[in-house]
T-cell receptor, first 117, second 112 residues
Framework: AQTVTQSQPEMSVQEAETVTLSCTYD???????LFWYKQPPSRQMILVIR??????QNATENRFSVNFQKAAKSFSLKISDSQLGDAAMYFC??????????????FGTGTRLKVLA | NAGVTQTPKFQVLKTGQSMTLQCAQD?????MSWYRQDPGMGLRLIHY???????DQGEVPNGYNVSRSTTEDFPLRLLSAAPSQTSVYFC???????????FGPGTRLLVL
């Protein structure tokens, strides 16, 4: 069974600085998707970025980028130029790709990010 | 588009009561799922559906029932509520091949 591990329960970053959130996963599958979701105090789950395992290029969305290391089964999120609005809970998630047909998403336990003014 | 909607936003139940959490989406998504979120546990999959008439169990299905009679709706039923079911419940949907899941705003359930 697949597992997702976020070993940092809480992180802090100074406004305008850069922070990296860690995520590791375990799977025997070769094709899958990885996601980072943000959950602000409103509880709404917001997709930050996604990565297809078959793509070697790391995904980037504005100030958010990932470091995807498939062999190491690592998927870290880098937030550049941190803003107060980035303060939230961040969840790493895994999903098998279509051919496996399971459609099951597996989430990590989350990392709470605090942004200091 | 309203996206994924959930009702109610908050509910208090007594042990043994039953209730249904409603979830609807207007994006014609095939895949829908229910999660519960507990402190320190992240989101755990309860049940999911890959289309009308097709449902399957997730990681923590005990105490919950689902059905999918239409593409739009995916209700979650608690047959006999227990304090261990106190949690925040999220419904999510995605269109089969795009893999990006869209979440509803959540339902906070308190079982006394």
């Amino acid at each position: 069974a697949q597992t997702v591990t976020q070993s940092q329960p809480e992180m802090s970053v100074q406004e305008a600085e850069t922070v990296t959130l860690s995520c590791t996963y375990d799977t025997s599958e070769s094709d899958y998707y990885l996601f980072w979701y943000k959950q602000p105090p409103s509880r709404q789950m917001i997709l930050v970025i996604r990565q297809e395992a078959y793509k070697q290029q790391n995904a980037t969305e504005n100030r958010f980028s990932v470091n995807f290391q498939k062999a190491a089964k690592s998927f870290s999120l880098k937030i550049s130029d941190s803003q107060l609005g980035d303060a939230a809970m961040y969840f790493c998630a895994y999903r098998s790709s279509w051919p496996s047909g399971t459609y099951k998403y597996i989430f990590g336990t989350g990392t709470r990010l605090k942004v200091l003014a | 588009n309203a996206g994924v909607t959930q009702t109610p936003k908050f509910q208090v139940l007594k042990t043994g009561q039953s209730m249904t959490l409603q979830c609807a989406q207007d994006m014609n998504h095939e895949y829908m799922s229910w999660y519960r979120q507990d402190p320190g546990m992240g989101l755990r999959l309860i049940h999911y559906s890959v289309g009308a008439g097709i449902t399957d169990q997730g990681e923590v299905p005990n105490g919950y029932n689902v059905s999918r009679s239409t593409t739009e709706d995916f209700p979650l039923r608690l047959l006999s509520a227990a304090p261990s079911q106190t949690s925040v419940y999220f419904c999510a949907s995605s269109y089969g091949g795009t893999e990006t899941q869209y979440f509803g705003p959540g339902t906070r359930l308190l079982v006394l």
